[in-house]
């Protein structure tokens, strides 16, 4: 690996053991064996790095939204059944011990204080977006509109965003995949009366 890698690898241990606000450029540099001067040369500043480290956290984590690796979710695309199979997953994510969705909470209190970094993550989460949609739907990442990245995609980024406030908050009240499930199809009954 060369220091952009071992920087970004540095940065992610960083964030899981101190979070964004009390990492410092000393801290990852420590982490990484690298220098002070590799962070701007590479990333521009520590505060865009930690961006990238927390983006690629979430890859990370989100690529367990699937279930098993190389596995479909169960149910007819857009159905209820692979609403409650995706969700499922998602909530495993968040209920491991240690889960880096915490993270997420104290990034999303900072964004005012670092527009910089709210534009890199406000850009990622439409990307988000637009994969949930295509995990829901079995439509390519690529053919999935802007359109509906940002409002269907902005609809399941909404209810992630509000799975990792509650599990964060309480655990033990926070819904699985059976309430939510449960709780569209509610929504959807009343809208068809």
Same mark, same amino acid.
């Given at each position: $690996?060369? @220091?952009?890698?071992?920087?970004? =690898?540095? #940065? +992610? %241990?960083?964030?899981?053991? +101190?979070?964004? #606000?009390?990492?410092?450029?000393?801290?990852?540099?420590?982490?990484?064996?690298?220098?002070?001067?590799?962070?701007?040369? @590479?990333?521009?500043?520590?505060?865009?790095?930690?961006?990238?480290?927390?983006?690629?956290?979430?890859?990370? #984590?989100?690529?367990?939204?699937?279930?098993? =690796?190389? /596995?479909?979710?169960?149910? /007819?695309?857009?159905?209820?059944?692979?609403?409650?199979?995706?969700?499922?997953?998602?909530? &495993?994510?968040?209920? =491991?011990?240690? &889960?880096?969705? %915490?993270?997420?909470?104290?990034?999303?209190?900072?964004?005012? +204080? $670092?527009?910089?970094?709210?534009?890199?993550?406000?850009?990622?989460?439409?990307?988000?977006?637009?994969?949930?949609?295509?995990?829901?739907?079995?439509?390519? /990442?690529?053919?999935? &509109?802007?359109?509906?990245?940002?409002?269907?995609?902005?609809?399941?980024?909404?209810?992630?965003?509000?799975?990792?406030?509650?599990?964060?908050?309480?655990? +033990?009240?926070?819904?699985?995949? =059976?309430?939510?499930?449960?709780?569209? %199809?509610?929504?959807? /009954?009343?809208?068809?009366?």
């Amino acid at each position: $690996m060369g @220091h952009r890698e071992d920087l970004l =690898e540095g #940065a +992610k %241990r960083c964030l899981l053991e +101190k979070g964004f #606000a009390r990492t410092t450029a000393r801290d990852i540099v420590k982490e990484s064996a690298t220098n002070l001067a590799s962070i701007g040369y @590479h990333y521009g500043s520590k505060d865009a790095l930690l961006a990238q480290a927390y983006i690629a956290l979430v890859e990370r #984590a989100s690529d367990g939204f699937e279930g098993a =690796e190389g /596995e479909e979710p169960v149910g /007819e695309p857009g159905s209820l059944e692979r609403f409650r199979a995706v969700f499922t997953n998602v909530v &495993s994510t968040m209920s =491991e011990p240690g &889960s880096m969705w %915490r993270l997420g909470m104290e990034v999303m209190t900072m964004g005012d +204080k $670092m527009p910089e970094v709210r534009d890199q993550l406000a850009r990622a989460q439409r990307g988000g977006g637009r994969a949930m949609v295509a995990l829901m739907t079995t439509v390519p /990442e690529a053919d999935v &509109s802007d359109d509906t990245a940002d409002s269907l995609g902005g609809f399941y980024m909404t209810l992630i965003t509000g799975l990792i406030a509650q599990w964060t908050f309480d655990p +033990k009240t926070a819904p699985d995949a =059976e309430r939510l499930t449960e709780g569209l %199809r509610q929504v959807l /009954e009343g809208v068809r009366r």
